[in-house]
Each structure stands twice: as C-alpha cells, then as structure tokens.
C-alpha cells in the first residue's frame, strides 16, 4: 500500500487567505471552491494557520462571527 500524502487529495490550485480577511470572506471561498479549509498565509506566502469549517463552526458558537477575522478563528498551531 502506498503511502499518501497531503498532495495526493489536496485540491490544486491551492485557495488561500490571509489573517486579517473577515470570517465570511472565507466562507465564501470555501463554498466557491468547494474546500473544508483554507491554508492562512501571511503577505510573503508563508502559512501562519489553517482555517476550517470546525474551527469556524467552534468560533461561531462562542460568539458573532459577521465581524471576526480568520486570525481570530484560525488553527495557529500547523504541523509544517
């Protein structure tokens, strides 16, 4: 059995956001592009989160997410 890697079922083009795009800009991609989740990356294309429908899911159950940024949201802690 091979093993698979992150790029055996990634979807390509890869679909990114940044930090400080709000919380239902990443809703809309996600529906757009028909992804669970959005690597974040910063201004130089480096990946500072991941943001999926769990963690936005989490978010808007503590509280308004209309508002928020994906930095508020975001997994930080990404196994690179």
Do not use: Q, W, Y
Not at 34 to 51: K, M, N, Q, T, Y
Request: charged fraction near 20%; aromatic fraction near 2%.
């Amino acid at each position: 059995m091979k093993n698979r890697t992150a790029a055996d079922v990634m979807s390509t083009p890869v679909v990114t956001i940044g930090p400080d795009a709000r919380i239902t800009e990443a809703i809309r991609l996600m529906l757009r592009h028909a992804v669970s989740g959005l690597p974040v990356v910063d201004a130089d294309g480096r990946l500072v989160g991941l943001l999926t429908e769990h963690d936005i899911l989490n978010f808007a159950c503590s509280g308004t997410a209309a508002e928020a940024a994906v930095a508020d949201a975001m997994t930080r802690d990404v196994i690179r």
